[in-house]
């Protein structure tokens, strides 16, 4: 069994409310290892049907991303696990320096950031004809400038380990119908590797994991006859392997791999 370095070191995870999500499962991961976990989320309120929530389609993805982290945090308490449970919104600077003064004034110490909090518009006013000045705000708010300031706060308060891992898309550079999401994400591979220079003299190593389409709840049937013939290794990706390869970018094993895009997609967008 493969000893990944990260017993008592504290994780920050953004977007961890979904159960079936990325950030949840790799929360879930790094407790498996011994590691701290902070679960910062937002609730984002959109349309879903409770009664539907039971099988993968909007509703039950929807439903999960309105709703508290009370049942990731019962996984955690099943685990035994060191945890602590944070709602607040990652775009707002203060707020931002307030996760942080919380963290280090509980555990004193941050060793590692996964910027996995992310939104889009379901709308469809994300393509060059339909899209608003508000879709573009809102979607860079939280995907771009949210996670420039939780790695500047990481960066400002770091210790003797640093790994930061940041979430893209497979389709990052050419997501045609998601502009503005996909634009959004091709610029935090651009920040990985930029950061990933100026921080490296601090021992700091920051990488950019890109997915491909992950069962986190919101792939239905149909969707999915869709988009498996496009995944050359003809199956959906499943949080665990996102959250496995994070593992690993966060691990002492990891020390020399920094300013990388690893897409985990199945063949997908390569």
């Not at 979904?18 to 590691?35: Q, S, V």
């Not at 004809?129 to 573009?136: C, G, L």
């Not at 935090?188 to 920051?206: K, P």
């Amino acid at each position: 069994m493969v000893n990944y370095g990260l017993m008592g070191k504290v994780a920050i995870i953004t977007g961890a409310n979904n159960p079936w999500g990325i950030g949840a499962t790799t929360a879930l991961a790094f407790a498996r290892e011994g590691a701290t976990v902070v679960l910062v989320y937002k609730k984002i309120f959109r349309p879903f049907d409770a009664s539907k929530m039971n099988k993968n389609g909007v509703d039950r993805y929807n439903g999960a991303n309105a709703g508290t982290a009370e049942a990731v945090e019962s996984k955690l308490k099943e685990m035994n696990a060191k945890y602590l449970i944070l709602e607040n919104d990652i775009s707002n600077e203060d707020a931002v320096k307030e996760i942080y003064s919380i963290v280090l004034e509980k555990y004193g110490r941050v060793d590692i950031l996964l910027n996995n909090a992310a939104t889009d518009d379901e709308t469809g006013c994300d393509t060059i004809e339909t899209i608003t000045q508000s879709v573009i705000d809102d979607t860079f708010a939280v995907n771009v400038r949210g996670s420039i300031l939780m790695i500047r706060e990481f960066i400002k308060h770091r210790g003797d380990y640093g790994r930061i891992i940041n979430i893209s898309t497979d389709a990052a550079q050419a997501f045609a119908g998601q502009i503005t999401y996909g634009a959004s994400k091709a610029t935090m591979e651009a920040l990985t590797r930029s950061i990933a220079l100026e921080v490296a003299q601090y021992g700091i190593t920051v990488n950019c994991v890109a997915p491909g389409p992950t069962q986190t709840g919101w792939i239905d049937e149909e969707f999915k006859k869709v988009v498996i013939p496009l995944i050359p290794m003809g199956k959906l990706i499943q949080p665990e392997d996102i959250a496995e390869t994070i593992l690993f970018l966060a691990s002492k094993q990891a020390r020399m791999i920094t300013g990388q895009i690893i897409k985990v997609s199945g063949g997908k967008a390569l």
